[in-house]
C-alpha cells in the first residue's frame, strides 16, 4: 500500500491537481492530509470539497480552525487573517461544519500525525528544531514514524537510541531502519516559502517502507487569473513576482494601499503607481505635528516629575524603617508527576524545597523539561492582572532556554518568546497583565555542565490600582 501525505494546500486548486496527478500515476493507494486546505490561496471551496472526495483522513490545521471559529485570528498576521476571513465568507455552512469535525491527531498503520506538533496540537506550535523533536518523540515512546506539516518546508528528523537528540535531515528518499524514529515534513502543496516553487509531498509504502519525497512542477497561470478574479493582492505571493526580491514575510504583514495590480489577459500584469494626491501633503504635515506635540508633552512631563521635591534623609530613613519588605513570591512547582523530562538517562530532575534541581549523569548533558498545564487561579480573582514574574538563581555554570505557553480558558494559547540565558548571573524578565489566562505551561532546555539550580521561579498578582 502506499500512502500519499498532503500538507498546507491553502486554496490553491492548480497545485492541488497537479500533486494528485503525480501521486496517482505512482501508485498512491490513499491519502491523507496533514491540514491546512484553505488560507492564503483564492480557491479555498474547490480545495476543501476536493479533499472530501478523495482523502482517506485530514487532520485539522491552524488555518482551518481559525476559519471554523476554534482558533482565534487574532494571532494571525493581516495578510492570513483576510484571508481567513474570506474563506469564511464564500464557504457553506456544511463545509465548516465538516471542517469543525476535524481530529487534532490520527494514528494510522504504524504512523502517527498532526499538523504542528504533537505537544499540545490544538496550540499548532511550529515542529521546526530538533529540542521540538525531542519533546514529540518523548511524548509518544512508542511510535516510530510521525508525520507533520505547518512549517511549509520539507525536512525529516531521525533520532535512534544511542543519541540524545534528533537529528535534522533534508528531504531526502530513505527506507525507514530499525531502531530509527522518524518525523517527516512533506513541505507544502500550495504556499511555498523555501526556495522551490513546485507542490511537494511525501511518498510512503508500507511494504517495503520506502519514503520518498516529490516536488511537482505546475502551471501558475491559472492561479494568478484566480487570485486577480477574487480581488487578492497580488503582492502578497512573492512567488508570482521576479521583482519582489523573495521578501515575502515583509510582503505578508504590511498592507500597500498606494499601488494596484492590473491584469490585462493579452499585456499580462503590471504595477500601477499613482500621482500623489492633493491630501497626501496636508495628512503629511498633520502626522507631524502630532508627533511634535506629543514629544512636547513627553518632555513636560518628565521634567515636572523630575522637579518633585525629594524626601529628606531623616523621612526617607524612617519610612525605610517603619514600612515591611514585601514578602517573597509563592512558589508553586507542584510535584513530580506535572513534569516532563527527557532523556532520563542524561540527567536527574527533582523539586526540593523551593527550587527546581537538575542534576547531570553524562558531562554536557543536553536536557528537556516541561511542566504540566499549571493553573492560575489559587493567586485571586481571574480579573486581577497577572504578573509573571522568572527570577531564577541558578548555582553552576548556566547554558538554557524558558519559554511560556499561556492558556486561555477556551483552549486557545500564546506562544511566549523564547529567553536564551548563558551566563553565572541571576537573571529575571516579567510578563505583565496576563488576566485573561487561566493557566501555564513552562518549557526548558539547554545543556548541563553542573548541577543547575532554578529558585524563586514564580507567579503573583499585580497590585491593582484603588478605585476612585
Keep these: 500500500m502506499r500512502i500519499a501525505f498532503f500538507s498546507d494546500i491553502h ?9 494528485l496527478a503525480d501521486a496517482k500515476a505512482r501508485g498512491a493507494n490513499h491519502l491523507i492530509c496533514l491540514g491546512d486546505i484553505v488560507g492564503y490561496g483564492p480557491q479555498p471551496i474547490e480545495c476543501l470539497q476536493r479533499i472530501r472526495q478523495i482523502a482517506t483522513a485530514t487532520v485539522m490545521g491552524n488555518h482551518d480552525a ?25 464557504l457553506s455552512d456544511d463545509d465548516l461544519a465538516w471542517l469543525k469535525t476535524l481530529p ?13 506538533s504533537f505537544n499540545e496540537p490544538e496550540a499548532f506550535d511550529y515542529l521546526s528544531e530538533c529540542e521540538d523533536a525531542a519533546l514529540s518523540f518523548s511524548l509518544y515512546p512508542n511510535q516510530q514514524l510521525f508525520f507533520v506539516g505547518h512549517t511549509h518546508i520539507a525536512c525529516v528528523f531521525a533520532q535512534d537510541e544511542t543519541e540524545p537528540l534528533p537529528r535534522k535531515l533534508p528531504p531526502e528518499d530513505f527506507t525507514v531502519q530499525e531502531g530509527v524514529r522518524y518525523i517527516i515534513n512533506p513541505g507544502t502543496i500550495g504556499f511555498p516559502r523555501g526556495e522551490s516553487l513546485t507542490a511537494d509531498y511525501v511518498l510512503f509504502d508500507t511494504v517495503t517502507q520506502r519514503v520518498s519525497f516529490h516536488c511537482v512542477e505546475y502551471d501558475l497561470a491559472p492561479y494568478r487569473l484566480a487570485l486577480v478574479k477574487n480581488g487578492y493582492n497580488l503582492l502578497n505571493y512573492w512567488f508570482l513576482s521576479p521583482k519582489a526580491s ?28 499613482p500621482t500623489l494626491s492633493k491630501w497626501l501633503l496636508p495628512f503629511f504635515y498633520c502626522v507631524i505635528g502630532l508627533l ?9 512631563l518628565v521634567i515636572k516629575s523630575n522637579a518633585k521635591t525629594p524626601l529628606s534623609p531623616t523621612v526617607a530613613k524612617t519610612s525605610l524603617v517603619e514600612t515591611p519588605p514585601p514578602p517573597l513570591p509563592t512558589p508553586w512547582w507542584g510535584t513530580l508527576d506535572d513534569w516532563n523530562f527527557f532523556p532520563k538517562n542524561a540527567f536527574t530532575f527533582s523539586i526540593q524545597g523551593d527550587a527546581l534541581v537538575f542534576e547531570p549523569v553524562k558531562p554536557n548533558a543536553p ?97 491593582s490600582s484603588p478605585e476612585r
Design 292 to 300: 511634535l506635540f506629543f514629544m512636547v508633552v513627553v518632555s513636560y
Design 11 to 19: 486554496g490553491n486548486l492548480p497545485a492541488l491537481e497537479a500533486a
Design 104 to 116: 487534532y491527531q490520527i494514528e494510522g498503520n504504524g504512523f502517527f500525525c498532526t499538523h504542528g
Design 246 to 273: 523573495r521578501r515575502r514575510t515583509e510582503l505578508s504583514m504590511r498592507a500597500i494601499p498606494t499601488r494596484r495590480v492590473l491584469f490585462d489577459e493579452k499585456s499580462g500584469f503590471s504595477l500601477q503607481r
Design 367 to 463: 536536557f528537556i523539561v516541561e511542566s504540566s498545564r499549571i493553573p492560575l487561579t489559587h493567586f485571586g480573582a481571574l480579573s486581577d492582572a497577572y504578573q509573571i514574574a522568572y527570577l531564577p538563581t541558578c548555582a553552576g555554570d548556566v547554558d538554557y532556554q524558558i519559554r511560556c505557553v499561556y492558556y486561555r480558558d477556551d483552549g486557545s494559547a500564546v506562544k511566549g518568546s523564547l529567553h536564551k540565558y548563558k551566563t553565572d548571573a541571576p537573571v529575571q524578565f516579567i510578563d505583565k497583565d496576563k488576566s485573561e489566562f487561566t493557566s501555564i505551561v513552562i518549557s526548558i532546555h539547554g545543556t548541563l555542565h553542573e548541577t543547575l539550580t532554578f529558585q524563586h521561579f514564580s507567579i503573583q498578582p499585580k497590585p
Design 66 to 90: 481559525a476559519v471554523c471559529g476554534l482558533f482565534d485570528r487574532e494571532y494571525f498576521n493581516a495578510f492570513a487573517r483576510e484571508t481567513a476571513e474570506r474563506a469564511i465568507l464564500v
